[in-house]
Structures are given as structure tokens and as C-alpha cells.
Nanobody, 116 residues
Framework: QMQFVASGGGLVQPGGSLTLSCTAS????????MAWYRQAPGKEPDLVAS???????NYVDSVKGRFTISRDNAKATVHLQMNNLKPEDTGVYYC??????????WGQGAQVTVSS
């Protein structure tokens, strides 16, 4: 019964910015580390950024300095501020728990397309 619903995607030119939001439900949000994953065409989602229960953050090298992950426990929402977007950032973005507790429920992702 866990649900993850991402929004805020769209088409943007290289160098542009976009902010994604994702609401989660079905579990005690504040007690879990959260993360954003990106799925490129034909591939499995890969971890992009994560944020722990004490707001500690980690990023994959390719987005360091450009992306910022944050969370609002009161709203059970995680955000991803994406700046200086590049074509290789293109994909479907999903939020989920950082850790795998079994078969993941990916929920609703947000399409991000970076193209001229």
C-alpha cells in the first residue's frame, strides 16, 4: 500500500532548471531515508540522490553541485532541485525509500527531457 507520486517534470533546454516533488504514503515517512532514482530508456532506475532521516545527503558524482535533494516530513514530500541540466539527465525520475526492503513499488515517475 505504499505510494509514491512524483510531479514537476517537463522539457527543458540544456543549462535550464527544474524542480521535482514527490509525495509518499503508506509508511512512516520521517523514519526512512529517501532517494530519487532515474530511469533511462531500456534500463533499471539508478540512484541519483538520497537524504537521510537527519537530513544527511548524498549524490551520484554526475549530479554533484547541480542537484539538491530536500525533504519535508510534515508533508511526507521529497524534492529535487535540478540546475544546469544536461542531456544525460534525461529520464523518468522516481522517488522511493533509499534502502531496499523487498520488491520496490516505483509508483508514478516524472519525465524529464533535456534537449535543444
Amino acid at each position: 500500500q505504499m505510494q509514491f507520486v512524483a510531479s514537476g517534470g517537463g522539457l527543458v533546454q540544456p543549462g535550464g532548471s527544474l524542480t521535482l516533488s514527490c509525495t509518499a504514503s503508506g509508511f512512516p515517512f520521517h523514519s526512512y531515508a529517501m532517494a530519487w532514482y532515474r530511469q533511462a530508456p531500456g534500463k533499471e532506475p539508478d540512484l541519483v540522490a538520497s537524504i537521510g532521516t537527519i537530513n544527511n545527503t548524498n549524490y551520484v558524482d554526475s549530479v554533484k553541485g547541480r542537484f539538491t535533494i530536500s525533504r519535508d516530513n510534515a508533508k511526507a514530500t521529497v524534492h529535487l532541485q535540478m540546475n544546469n541540466l544536461k542531456p544525460e539527465d534525461t529520464g523518468v525520475y522516481y522517488c522511493n525509500r533509499k534502502n531496499n526492503y523487498g520488491t520496490r513499488i516505483w509508483g508514478q515517475g516524472a519525465q524529464v527531457t533535456v534537449s535543444s
